[in-house]
């Protein structure tokens, strides 16, 4: 039984009411979360509060980065039992679930060498006049973390938010509770003072609706859907709490005929393949350049044809979805295609050792799909790749931006200037040239356009996100 983490103490929900935590390998409950509620969460804000006045933010930058830095050797030194956890809960792949307890060492370190590299500025002024710049900590942040990477986004958005000086508040998504309310016990063993980091879980429409309507919260780091963005967009709007949006996507791929296709069509598979397509950066729509449409679609189809799904221990190349109802969003998005008679190209497989009580989807390759129907408009959130031709650049473009979601495009092209220019003109917060997010990219600043959401995390920009500028003018003659 998992107890919610507040003021460096394990502490069970005032309701006393329980959620049951499944396996999606196997469908099974194994384990349960606090169901919190509002009278938690006021318990959470409190010791947040509490440890940010008496003593967090008397830590000066370079102490706090030696506290990040422990957390993320501790982090490392337990990634194996991280790693385990993650993928008995969120059904990863054993070495998808690695890779994310890395990247989460990773972004600790990378925030820890960044607390004592924010600086303000001086502005030239009137003269008689001298005018500098701070960076002030809000305070307490609150943090509505999803299931589908909660290592690698607590590391990105907790990190940068510790790093600027603000105690945390974390909800993290019911799904996917257990790795990070580890990671907070570390960050108490390594000696992050009580509340600092607070994890509070339970159901997004009950505690993290009390997380958004919270007076105490001074900013809100959300990473989920656009529905729900919106919603804590609004209530926190009633009281101008800032907040980063962190939404998802309907990423194009685009290759164009002179592309070198060694290179691109792994990464094309991998990037709609990994975690299992619940990814807000996947690349769930494949542009290609009509003259080698076919030739590619034979290719990707045998590619497709190998991959193979089941459960997480036998780190195949891909688990499990993350619950049944995941399971029917995509079963539905597939029986739509059916009826609208998109061509199937391939389809990988579940392996036999995959129980029939888990929720799995083979990976799914589908052709000449419409640009305005809604496999092409709309995330589906699991392993189907929507491919369409393009004729030429204006005809890619246009359809790159055809969506109302702008988060992430790779391109595909070995000619300089088109590099450019597609980068130039596709609506998005990052493009990839010739790759697609290699390395993880803890250094650079993400986040998208349009209803990918606003606010940018990773890299030194998600320092500003996390404080508050305060100019100060001297008069001094
Ligand atoms: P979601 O339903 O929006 O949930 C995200 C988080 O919000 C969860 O912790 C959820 O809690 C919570 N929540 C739900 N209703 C809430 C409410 N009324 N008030 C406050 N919090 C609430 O999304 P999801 O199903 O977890 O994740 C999938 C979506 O997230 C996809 O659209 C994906 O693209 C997007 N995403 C985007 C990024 C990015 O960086 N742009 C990264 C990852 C995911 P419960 O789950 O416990 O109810
Ligand atoms: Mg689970």
Known sequence: MQLNFIANTAQPSASGQTIAVIDPSDGQPFDAIQRSNAADMDAAVRAARHCFDSSWQKFSAAERGKLLMRLSQRVAQGVDELTLLEQRDCGKPTRQARADALALARYFEFYAGACDKLHGDTIPYMDGYSVLTWR?????????????????IFGRSVGGALAAGNACVVKPAEDACLSLIRVAQMAAEVGFPAGAINIVTGYGHEVGDALAHHPGIDHISFTGSPAVGTL???????????????????SPQIVFADADLDAALPAIVNAIVQNAGQTCSAGSRLLVEQSIYEALLVRLGALFEALKAGPASLDLDLGPLIRQSQQQRVWDFLSDAQAA?????????????APETGFYQAPTLLRDVPVTHRLAQQEIFGPVLCVMAFRDEDHAVELA????????????????????????????????INNYGAGGGVELPFGGVKSSGYGREKGLEALHSFTTLKTVAFRHG
């Not at 008679?341 to 050792?353: H, L, R, S």
């Open 136 to 152: 002030e900590p809000h305070g307490v942040t609150g943090h509505v973390i999803p299931w589908n990477y909660p290592m690698q």
């Open 232 to 250: 804590i967009a609004q209530v926190a709007a009633e009281r101008h709490c800032p907040v980063t949006l962190e939404l998802g996507g309907k």
């Open 341 to 353: 008679n998109i061509p199937m190209v391939a389809q990988g497989q579940v392996v036999d050792a």
């Open 401 to 432: 931006n055809a969506t109302r979601f702008g988060l992430v495009a790779g391109v595909w092209t070995n000619d300089g200037a088109r590099q450019f220019r597609m980068a130039r003109r596709v609506h998005s917060g990052q493009v990839f």
